[in-house]
């Protein structure tokens, strides 16, 4: 089974002509590669636990399409759906009940959520919230952590993650220094530095929000009791604390990282699952809070393919297939086995690793560890991480391009895959 002669020329070609097309030939940047080295792969369709590049060569894929893919790739169902959806138009612009259906779902399942407002990407969904965060506190300074990445808004991105710290960047050139002078950073899982910053800024921060597990910088978890304290001090001072959960939202349990946590912040994002594959973002918290958004309130935010008929139909379709019984356990059982697996076979081949997962999110860094925060994470080898990503392309398992990104697994993944997978790191591990 294991392949280590894929042939790529198609591949190549596309992309080549494609630098000449798009800015490094890609969408969005971590895709380009630039991290790992060699060229990147062009899909040409995706199944299930699997994606076929235009070669003709198949891949394990633990990507997900960055996270929407959690019940497989175009799943029968979805598409089904979706065909049926597509007979009655693309886009209304105009009210639909298919939002209602999908808004119902959102709050039932997710606890801090009364109200929602639907938008198009998980940046979108952290600006508007941002705004409103301002809006309703009436303060403008912000607590961001670092490594979280909360989109490409100019108001984040300071000490960003995904394909900031993938690159390397310190900021972004065209990020004006007035549009990140009230954001604040501080290390993730650092509540000292937290309450420094609330004590230096008093009645002036509007809030704290964070990727409650962070998958942006690798996968790192909150240490106990920082969730716990961050809830504390955004109460004590008078301020919000917002959940980013684009990417823990309806994966690490169907009502996201508040749920397994316990801790229920004031307003939450959501993007990636609840789109089934479509572009959708989401935002929403306290009603209070929410009928501050126009026009139920002055707080202004809009969007044409807002409330996408198709969008909402995939979204509505994919958190009913992840309502049926057994759906998480099934997630953490076989993305345990997959993440406790490498880490075993990492340190029988010789290497100093750490990682985990939290059901369908897992990750490993090429450092003992532990890892923190954003600044351990750096710590990792990524020179080494990159040779074992290409070691993985070469023999069918594709990985996220970047030490500073999450692994995403599916309800399609088989045990089968698994151990497929588990193999072919032994191999690639040994020889690294
Ligand atoms: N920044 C997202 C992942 N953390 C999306 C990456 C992509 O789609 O290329």
Redesign the pocket.
């Known amino acids: 089974m294991v392949n280590t002669t894929i042939k790529t020329t198609k591949s190549q070609e596309i992309f080549a002509a494609a630098q000449n097309l798009m800015p490094g030939g890609v969408s969005?940047?971590?895709?380009a590669f630039k991290s790992v080295g060699g060229q990147p792969i062009v899909f040409e369709r995706v199944n299930g636990a699997y994606i076929w590049d235009v070669d003709g060569n198949q891949y394990i894929d633990y990507v997900g399409t960055?996270g929407p893919a959690i019940c497989g790739h175009a799943h029968p169902e979805v598409i089904a759906a979706l065909h049926t959806a597509l007979e009655k138009g693309t886009s209304f612009g105009a009210p639909s009940f298919l939002e209602n259906v999908l808004a119902e779902m959102v709050i039932d399942a997710v606890k801090s959520i009364e109200m929602v407002r639907f938008v198009n990407s998980g940046t979108e969904a952290c600006m508007a919230v941002l705004r409103l965060m301002r809006a309703f506190t009436k303060r403008d300074k912000i607590i961001k952590f670092e490594g979280c990445?909360h989109g490409h808004a100019d108001m984040f991105l300071v000490k960003a993650g995904?394909?900031v710290a993938t690159l390397g960047l310190p900021d972004s050139p065209g990020v004006p220094k007035a549009a990140t002078s009230d954001t604040l950073t501080a290390p993730f899982n650092d509540l000292e530095a937290v309450k420094a910053l609330f004590a230096e800024n008093r009645d002036e921060i509007a809030g704290v929000i964070l990727e409650p597990v962070v998958?942006?910088a690798g996968f790192i978890t909150p240490d106990a009791g920082f969730l716990e304290g961050l809830r504390e001090l955004t109460h004590e001072h008078g301020a919000l604390l917002v959940f980013d959960e684009v990417m823990t939202g309806f994966r690490i349990a169907y009502g996201g990282a508040q749920e397994k946590f316990g801790i229920t912040p004031d307003l939450t994002t959501l993007g990636k699952i609840i789109g089934g594959g479509l572009p959708v973002g989401a935002y929403g918290g306290r009603r209070e809070i929410m009928s501050m958004v126009a026009p139920a309130g002055p707080v202004y935010q809009a969007g044409t393919l807002s409330g996408n008929p198709l969008a909402m139909t995939a979204g509505i379709k994919t958190l009913e297939l992840l309502q049926k019984p057994g759906t998480y356990e099934y997630l953490e059982r076989i993305t345990q086995k997959l993440a406790t697996g490498l880490l075993q076979i990492a340190q029988e081949t010789g290497h100093g690793v750490c990682g985990g997962n939290i059901s369908a999110m897992f990750g490993m860094f090429f450092t003992s560890g532990p890892v923190h925060n954003y600044e351990d994470a750096k710590k990792s080898d990524t020179a080494k991480f990159g040779r074992f990503h290409r070691g993985m392309l070469e023999r069918g398992i594709y990985l996220a391009p970047s030490q500073f990104?999450a692994g995403f697994s599916s309800l399609a993944h088989t045990e089968e895959d698994i151990d497929q997978t588990l193999a072919v790191a032994r191999d690639v591990l040994s020889s690294l």
């Open positions: 969005s940047p971590v895709r960055w990445y995904s394909g998958g942006n990104e």
